[in-house]
């Protein structure tokens, strides 16, 4: 994988979403590249927050903001006029779909409506990545990855609502951005991504944590569900690559993109727990027994071909690589070790890696 990181030096960039994990990550590698950020969230839900960790706050200009309110996203926006446009604001949680369905829908396809309407009026910008899930994918549990030209749908919630919000952006890119010139925009698909700094509800990374700091056993619900596991720096480099690209020459990159882990990396759940306790150095796993009660997939994975082939991108941090950086992350927190010098030591040792030969 080839990157010119000083693409973004000195240019304004706009995230929704900085407050969130992936987030977060996103605007502290952009500061890092010397980009000028303007991020806009709503506040961060745990105190504990990889944003307010890293106090990204005192490194970008931040805007508390909810992407439902058009007006206000449209004037953050076009204030700072932005080269660059990061969409990654969304209700992220499949659990949290089945107890907010309304609110799913709302922030992931309403909000996201107005993200392509601020990015179809805002004339300053060269490039923009909308950012989606796997789970946009109509899964039909088949033993291949999905492909950027699959069908889409889903059935919980948050599967529908991101499926929703990749035909409201095939839409608005046939009808309004397709032949705008100088411009480039791309939807991205990515695995099921761990790292630092996630703390939420109902994830496998946050709870195995939570189970490890209180000494209690690690419950799976759902042991033998594959997931096509990968550390949150990969798709960002991916992300960025891309957007780089796009600016560049964007009907040449425009459209949908998949940035997933490499066929080593679909694991069970059940590997990840164990391969996390292995790194942790201690812990017990349990499996909860009784019915699902609510549909999760039990098959996914995704094809990255097109990102191999026409950007040379691949990731980077097999899954062992993944889940130690993971645990070793949570484990120097926690130990009270500064978050920030642990995410700036881990985007440095990311960029300064080789690229794995054997994907």
């Given at each position: 994988?080839r990157?010119?990181?000083?693409?973004f030096?000195?240019?304004?960039?706009?995230?929704?979403?900085?407050?969130?994990?992936?987030?977060?990550?996103?605007?502290l590698?952009?500061?890092?590249l010397?980009?000028?950020?303007?991020?806009?969230?709503?506040p961060?839900e745990?105190?504990?927050?990889?944003?307010?960790?890293l106090?990204?706050?005192?490194?970008?200009h931040?805007?508390?903001?909810?992407?439902?309110?058009?007006?206000s996203l449209?004037?953050?926006?076009?204030?700072?006029?932005?080269?660059?446009f990061?969409?990654?604001?969304?209700?992220?949680?499949?659990?949290?779909?089945?107890?907010?369905p309304?609110l799913?829908?709302?922030?992931n396809?309403?909000g996201?409506?107005?993200?392509?309407?601020?990015i179809?009026?805002?004339?300053?910008?060269?490039?923009?990545?909308?950012?989606?899930?796997?789970?946009?994918?109509?899964?039909?549990e088949?033993?291949?990855?999905?492909r950027?030209?699959?069908?889409l749908g889903?059935?919980?919630?948050?599967s529908?609502?991101?499926a929703?919000?990749?035909?409201?952006?095939?839409?608005y890119?046939?009808?309004?951005?397709?032949?705008?010139?100088?411009?480039?925009i791309?939807?991205v698909?990515?695995?099921?991504?761990?790292?630092?700094?996630?703390?939420?509800a109902?994830?496998?990374?946050?709870?195995?944590?939570?189970?490890?700091?209180?000494?209690?056993?690690?419950?799976?619900?759902?042991?033998?569900a594959?997931?096509?596991?990968?550390?949150?720096?990969?798709?960002?480099?991916?992300?960025?690559?891309?957007?780089?690209?796009l600016?560049?020459?964007?009907?040449?990159?425009?459209?949908?993109?998949?940035?997933?882990?490499?066929?080593r990396?679909?694991?069970?759940?059940?590997?990840?727990?164990?391969t996390?306790?292995?790194?942790?150095?201690?812990?017990?796993i349990?499996?909860?027994?009784?019915?699902?009660r609510?549909?999760?997939a039990g098959?996914?994975q995704?094809?990255?071909?097109?990102a191999?082939?026409?950007?040379?991108?691949?990731?980077?941090?097999?899954?062992?690589?993944?889940?130690?950086?993971?645990?070793?992350?949570?484990?120097?927190?926690?130990?009270g070790q500064?978050a920030?010098?642990?995410?700036?030591?881990?985007?440095?040792?990311?960029m300064?890696?080789?690229?794995?030969?054997?994907?």
């Amino acid at each position: 994988m080839r990157h010119d990181w000083t693409v973004f030096k000195g240019k304004r960039v706009f995230v929704t979403g900085d407050t969130g994990f992936k987030g977060s990550w996103l605007c502290l590698w952009l500061h890092r590249l010397g980009a000028d950020i303007v991020g806009f969230a709503l506040p961060p839900e745990q105190p504990n927050a990889h944003f307010n960790l890293l106090k990204l706050h005192r490194l970008i200009h931040h805007i508390t903001g909810d992407i439902r309110d058009l007006k206000s996203l449209s004037r953050a926006a076009k204030g700072h006029k932005p080269e660059f446009f990061f969409h990654l604001a969304a209700q992220p949680l499949v659990k949290r779909s089945y107890d907010e369905p309304e609110l799913t829908f709302d922030t992931n396809v309403g909000g996201s409506v107005n993200v392509l309407e601020v990015i179809r009026s805002t004339p300053s910008l060269r490039a923009a990545i909308y950012v989606t899930s796997d789970k946009c994918y109509r899964n039909r549990e088949i033993p291949r990855g999905y492909r950027e030209t699959d069908e889409l749908g889903g059935v919980d919630p948050y599967s529908a609502s991101k499926a929703a919000a990749e035909m409201a952006f095939a839409a608005y890119f046939e009808s309004f951005l397709k032949t705008r010139e100088h411009f480039g925009i791309a939807s991205v698909r990515a695995g099921n991504v761990i790292g630092g700094g996630d703390w939420s509800a109902d994830r496998i990374v946050p709870d195995i944590v939570r189970a490890l700091r209180k000494r209690d056993p690690i419950t799976l619900r759902f042991p033998q569900a594959t997931r096509p596991w990968q550390h949150v720096l990969d798709p960002l480099s991916g992300y960025l690559l891309l957007a780089a690209r796009l600016a560049d020459a964007g009907h040449r990159y425009s459209g949908s993109w998949n940035f997933g882990p490499n066929q080593r990396a679909i694991r069970t759940v059940h590997d990840l727990a164990e391969t996390f306790v292995s790194r942790w150095g201690e812990g017990r796993i349990q499996i909860r027994k009784g019915p699902r009660r609510v549909h999760e997939a039990g098959l996914l994975q995704l094809n990255s071909e097109k990102a191999h082939r026409l950007l040379r991108w691949k990731p980077r941090w097999e899954f062992d690589d993944a889940v130690s950086r993971t645990a070793e992350w949570y484990k120097s927190v926690l130990a009270g070790q500064p978050a920030p010098q642990i995410s700036q030591r881990q985007i440095q040792a990311f960029m300064e890696g080789r690229d794995d030969s054997r994907n």
